[in-house]
């Protein structure tokens, strides 16, 4: 596989991420240990049928425990976290602050050993945070206070994404296999915590299954195993400033299916949340 063609598999995460917002919607009313546990028992089943075909058994023995904790703790996490937000907090307004990642990733990059901040990483920074500013505040913070905590838990998501991103690329050696095992412990993991915390609740129409199925697929399935894949063979450059893009095509998936209305301000929020990422990519770049 060429580092093209491998950049190119990475491209299909972030476009498939972009729905994850929409799909999550569609979910409803399934709880969200619930709805971790079927979506990453699909994307952990998809893992097993590519290890069968392509042989991949006996690379999952020589990979650390330590590893698939590592793995397993940071999906189970990071979903836990999204699909409690977009539950207690308007989807697009929740899904922007999460897709703060891409920007965390620059700049928590920038502080480690051998590496500095530049003046535009710090610019993009706060061009990216007062979006996230203006998508809380939008038509006043104390009219939404109920919705405080989901853009907490939000915020928390786009902590935990980047983490595991950056942490993953000192684990370049663990082959993409190991993601079946992250997704089925995930999967095993939320379905205990379900029985213990929430009540079993299905969806009722077919779409609902439908959207179910689509973020076992896809987002929460196939995605993980073409973002390894890219990140650890491809342009991890260009797939972090291609990931700039996912807020904005979120954001217009849910519009274009009337899930919320196209106002000005969010728009300009998803914009400025992109433009600032950019930016703080483009200095990483100029090193």
């Known amino acids: 596989m060429t580092r093209t063609q491998a950049t190119l598999i990475g491209f299909s995460a972030i476009v498939l991420w972009a729905l994850l917002a929409l799909l999550t919607v569609g979910s409803a009313p399934v709880p969200p240990l619930q709805l971790n ?5 699909i994307g952990g089943a998809i893992g097993l049928i590519w290890i069968a075909v ?15 904790a590592f793995g397993t703790v940071a999906l189970f ?4 976290l999204y699909f409690t937000a977009l539950r207690l907090a308007p989807p697009a307004e929740a899904s922007l602050i999460a897709y703060l990642w891409p920007l965390l990733i620059v700049l928590f990059s920038g502080l480690l050993p051998g590496e500095h901040l530049k003046p535009l990483h710090i ?3 706060l061009v990216a945070f007062a979006g996230a500013g203006l998508i809380v505040a939008r038509g006043g913070i104390s009219a939404r206070a109920e919705a405080l905590p989901g853009y907490g838990l939000a915020f928390l998501c ?6 595991y991103s950056l942490v993953s690329r000192r684990l370049g050696t663990a082959p993409t296999a190991a993601v079946a095992i992250y997704c089925l412990a995930t999967a095993v993991l939320s379905a205990i915590a379900h029985l213990f915390l929430e009540e079993t609740t299905w ?15 896809g987002p929460v399935g196939l995605a993980f195993y073409t973002w ?7 342009d991890i450059q260009l797939l972090g400033t291609a990931s700039y893009a996912a807020p904005l095509l979120s954001t217009l ?4 299916t009337g899930i919320v209305g196209a106002s000005p301000i969010l728009l300009l929020a998803a914009f400025m949340i992109a433009a600032g990422a950019f930016l703080a990519a483009m200095a990483s770049r100029s090193r």
């Open 37 to 41: 546990a079927v979506c990453f028992a």
């Open 54 to 68: 392509t042989g991949s058994f006996g690379a999952l023995r020589r990979v650390s425990w330590k590893v698939y």
């Open 77 to 80: 996490g990071y979903h836990l």
């Open 123 to 125: 610019i993009g920074a």
């Open 158 to 163: 786009a902590l935990t994404w980047s983490g």
């Open 203 to 217: 969806p009722t129409t077919g779409p609902g299954w439908l959207a179910i199925l689509a973020l076992g697929i």
């Open 228 to 234: 390894d894949i890219g990140v650890k063979r491809g």
């Open 253 to 256: 998936a849910l519009i274009a």
